[in-house]
């Protein structure tokens, strides 16, 4: 019997395979959005005050996720992009300074920073597919380097990096380290403070299992005054609520960086699930997502010309296995598994596999069954 059941009570025969694209909701989260959008229909918002009591417990649980020293340190944002937005756009740059990044990166964390080249801002790509990626990052930063962007798990390969490592790295050459976590927050463990970064964000639509359009960013106290604000409103400031008040500050919080009313919608399935993953806790999240991944793993090596695009090692990987077959036409065999009901993603030249915790034996096995057939 399936423990999730009763949380995750997908359709019969449905292999959802997709938790890096975007994933289901639990069941408490459709369940809690029915009932705001019943509240909304009978009584509007005269119970204000509880949807921030929420929005608040949805602030401290992001918190205890990144180990973020206090709720004061995280904004709630629209998506990972932003965040990223306001890391690139705040920051003073001078012209000749250098931003490292991987080659793997997804567009978000590589267009964002190409748009700093009018300041004269140099992005230098580091290729991270050797046996020490972490190595590769560091000896790229060189006295010109401000800041080193990185996905804390590519979304394409799944490799997972040491953020500690990089982030002691980083702290030596007085580089900024930025983390894209959104494949990595809600499958593993995650934490600002060992890795010691400037800057963290994710959105909640992946292993998070929330909505789109709801993600957190994270930035270390003594930085935050010095990004520059791009964005304007009543709900950043000192004050906020006291409409009348003419002279105004910015929040001394990272509410400073959010500028009008919240998205509360997405604040209200949002907390729902990561009430979900605190309840199951993440070590027990990253070692069952483990177990799926290994079994999927092992099922796919055995295919003829399987070719793992993926980390074959465990402390290398989290939620993402991408393999590709030799002399096949994987666009073709995409395509099958789709007819199949196996949702999953065309990603990195393969075909890209992420489970979450919930997902049952059963969906694996008939995945590997159906591989097997198709190959
Ligand atoms: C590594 C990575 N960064 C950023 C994004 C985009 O995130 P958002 O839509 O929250 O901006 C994705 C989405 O696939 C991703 O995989």
Redesign the pocket.
């Known amino acids: 019997m399936n423990p999730w059941h009763d949380e995750f009570p997908q359709e019969a025969g449905l292999r959802y395979l997709n938790h ?2 975007v994933a289901p909701w639990p069941r408490r989260a459709s369940a809690a959005v029915c009932a705001f959008a019943e509240q909304n229909l009978r009584v509007g918002a005269r119970d204000y005050p509880q949807w921030l009591q929420l929005e608040q417990r949805l602030r401290q649980r992001l918190a205890r996720l990144l180990n973020a020293p206090s709720t004061a340190d995280v904004a709630l944002v629209k ?4 965040a990223l937005s306001f890391v690139a756009f705040g920051l003073d740059w001078r012209p000749g300074d250098q931003v490292v990044i991987s080659d793997q ?2 567009p ?2 590589r267009v964002v920073w190409e748009a700093l080249r009018p300041q004269g801002v140099e992005v230098v790509e580091v290729d991270i597919a050797g046996s020490d990626p972490e190595a590769a990052l560091i000896e790229a930063c060189t006295p010109r380097t401000r800041l080193l962007a990185i ?1 804390a798990v ?2 394409a390969s799944g490799l997972r990096l040491d953020m500690p490592r990089l982030g002691a790295g980083c702290t030596e050459r007085g580089v900024l380290l930025c983390i ?1 976590a ?2 990595q927050l809600g499958a593993q463990p995650f934490d600002v403070q060992a890795s010691g970064c400037a800057f963290a964000m ?2 909640g ?2 292993w998070l299992l929330g909505p ?1 359009g709801l ?1 957190v960013f994270y930035c270390r106290r003594d930085l935050r005054e010095q990004l520059r604000l791009h964005e304007y409103g009543w709900h950043m400031l000192e004050d906020a609520g006291n409409y009348d008040r003419r002279d105004w500050q910015p929040a001394k919080t990272a509410r400073r960086f959010e500028c009008g009313s919240p998205n509360m919608l997405g604040a209200v399935a949002l907390e729902a699930s990561l009430a979900l993953l605190e309840e199951v806790g993440l070590a027990q999240v990253a070692a069952l997502i483990e177990q799926r991944i290994a079994r999927l793993h092992a099922g796919i090596a055995a295919l003829p010309g399987a070719r793992l695009l993926s980390p074959q090692e465990p402390g290398r990987r989290a939620g993402i296995l991408t393999f590709a077959l030799a002399g096949r036409d994987n666009g073709g065999l995409f395509e099958a598994l789709k007819k199949e009901q196996v949702v999953c993603a065309q990603r990195g030249g393969g075909i890209r596999l992420s489970p979450h915790f919930y997902t049952t034996e059963t969906v694996i096995e008939d995945t590997l069954a159906l591989l097997h057939r198709l190959a």
């Open positions: 890096a694209a998506n990972t992009s932003e990166e997804f978000s964390n996905s590519q979304y894209d959104i494949q994710a959105d639509h992946k789109e993600g």
